[in-house]
């Protein structure tokens, strides 16, 4: 069982920093539902996408791993404003 909690701990991890990044290489997709009530979506793109590597990264870290969890999971409440925004208004 523990084997089977790293190895999805890693994937997770991996796949958090790769979907971080892309907000650096791909900004238009994730700009385009940043709500309209925040000024300047490119800012809040980079910054999400800074934590998101941050945090997957934190995830590898086992001295660190749980207060990445939160730190993720605080990110994730935090921008599911911008997942709302998306599906109010199909973007």
Known sequence: MNNRKE???VILAVAIII??????TAV???AR????KL???DFWVYLSGFFEI???IGLLVPPVSQAA??????LFI??????INMAINHK
């Open 54 to 56: 941050l945090g997957g």
């Open 19 to 24: 979907v971080g990044i892309t907000h650096f």
């Open 69 to 74: 969890a939160w730190g993720l999971f605080v």
């Open 78 to 83: 935090v921008v599911y404003s911008a997942n």
């Open 39 to 41: 000024p300047n979506p």
């Open 33 to 36: 539902i940043v709500p309209p």
């Open 7 to 9: 190895l999805l701990r």
């Open 28 to 30: 238009e997709p994730y």
